[in-house]
Structure formats: C-alpha cells, structure tokens
C-alpha cells in the first residue's frame, strides 16, 4: 500500500517564477535546492507539496484544445470566488472560462497560471 501522496510535480520553463506564484496564491515557503534548480519544491501550506520542474522545450497546455492537452489541473476550494478571482488575476493568472456563468449548475472557473496549466477555482 501506498502511504501518502508526496507530492504534485508540474512541468514549466521557469520552475522558481511558477513555485513564487503558487507560494503567493496558497502560502508556503518555496525551497530551491542548489545543485539542482531545475527542481523546486513549494512545501508549508495545508495540502500535498507541489514541485516545478524545468522542460526544455516546454510547451503550455491548451485548454479547451486538444492539440497540447492538460493533461492534469489543480482544483482549489474557495469560499468567495469574485474576491479570489481577483486576487489570481493579480498574481498573474489569467481567465480561461468563467464556467458558473456559462452554466447554472457549474460551480467553477477556470484559469491559466503564469506558465499555462489549467486551474480551477472551485465554491460550494
């Protein structure tokens, strides 16, 4: 059996720019280790660790498209979604779809971090 989920690694051009983003949208304390910067862990915040790992040739996910898929996003839970709308634009994220507007019975929106992967912002 496995025992926990040690961590979420996300492919990207510049892993310390996208850790400091997820640090500032999640809290945490961003952990570069010297002789490999290629790899950079976001640990301290409540849930499982996050890990950036530099791709040469990295190429962002479209989303809705298919020609590069997602492959994976992150669902975040959230108790105001306008307020913490706000505050991802402001760290540098950007609207994909704002699906609860789109749909009465969506309750999420999602967005590209600065590197491009999907996330959504999630209420109940």
């Not at 304390?29 to 002789?35: K, P, R, S």
């Not at 996050?50 to 809705?64: K, T």
């Not at 979604?81 to 994909?96: F, H, N, S, Y």
């Amino acid at each position: 059996m496995i025992r926990k989920l040690q961590a979420v690694a996300i492919d990207c051009a510049d892993p310390v720019r996208l850790a400091e983003f997820y640090a500032e949208l999640l809290g945490g304390q961003v952990e570069v280790d010297a002789e490999d910067p290629d790899w950079v862990e976001l640990r301290g915040f409540d849930g499982t660790p996050l890990a950036f790992q530099r791709v040469e040739g990295y190429r962002p996910p479209q989303w809705p498209g298919q020609e590069s898929p997602q492959q994976m996003h992150l669902d975040f839970d959230v108790d105001d979604i306008e307020a913490d709308e706000r505050r991802v634009l402001e760290l540098g994220a950007t609207v994909l779809e704002r699906t609860d507007q789109l749909r009465p019975e969506a309750n999420w929106r999602v967005y590209a971090d600065p590197a491009g992967h999907p996330f959504c912002l999630c209420f109940h």
